[in-house]
């Protein structure tokens, strides 16, 4: 119970944090965070990436969907479910995204199912901030924590950040799957243990 208090108190924290960064800031963050994940050897060979379309104060991804799409990757995006949980359907271009729960931006293409992650060769999660060992702390829904659970062990996971939101240390809880790396404005790709 510990944890999970903290891990709202945290999360509440690193939104506030968010929400105050001056708007050039937040915009400023987008170009090198896509730069490095597209000159990434594993993102360039992807067949297929689950993604990610950024809302509110989250580092943008849309112009990386858009530079994925252009190259010829297969983006899948996530729909979120009643129970939580996260079908995905495919990216078609910034005019098949379509509003959905919670402030989300959707594909309107057909879902696939849950399952489809498993197909990822690539996956992007958003995160509110991610620690050295990969543990990752996100909206609080556990919605990414059964998602990955789904993706195989050799698979790159990568959480995109501002700077200062890589951490020391968060609490961890047993149902909390780690991610493999982050991209951040200034530090760009950072493979984590
Ligand atoms: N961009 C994005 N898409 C995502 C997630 C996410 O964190 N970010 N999700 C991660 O699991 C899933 C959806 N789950 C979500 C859970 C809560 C909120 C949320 O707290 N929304 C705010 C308003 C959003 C804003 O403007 O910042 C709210 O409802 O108050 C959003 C998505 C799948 N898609
Ligand atoms: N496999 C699962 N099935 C059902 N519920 C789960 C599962 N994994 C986690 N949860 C639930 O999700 C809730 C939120 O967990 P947590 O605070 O770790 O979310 P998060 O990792 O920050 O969010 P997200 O994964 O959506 O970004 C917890 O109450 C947890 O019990």
Do not use: N
């Amino acid at each position: 119970m510990q944890d999970i208090v903290s891990k709202t108190d945290l999360r509440t924290e690193l939104l506030a944090r968010r929400a105050a960064m001056r708007p050039e800031e937040r915009s400023a963050a987008a170009r090198p965070i896509r730069d490095a994940l597209l000159s990434l050897p594993e993102v360039e060979m992807a067949g297929t990436i689950a993604a990610y379309a950024s809302i509110g104060d989250e580092p943008d991804t849309r112009s990386l969907l858009f530079a994925l799409w252009k190259r010829g990757t297969y983006v899948l995006l996530p729909i979120l479910l009643p129970d939580g949980d996260l079908d995905w359907a495919s990216y078609e271009g910034p005019d098949s995204l379509v509003p959905g729960a919670r402030g989300c931006l959707e594909p309107s293409e057909p879902p696939r199912g849950p399952g489809a992650i498993a197909g990822a060769d690539v996956v992007l999660t958003p995160a509110v901030a991610v620690d050295r060992t990969g543990v990752r702390l996100g909206r609080g829904g556990g919605s990414y924590d059964r998602a990955l659970a789904r993706v195989g062990p050799a698979i790159l996971t990568v959480a995109p950040l501002y700077d200062g939101e890589l951490v020391e240390a968060l609490p961890v809880e047993p149902h909390d799957q780690r991610v493999r790396a982050v991209a951040t404005p200034s530090g760009g790709f950072v493979r984590l243990s």
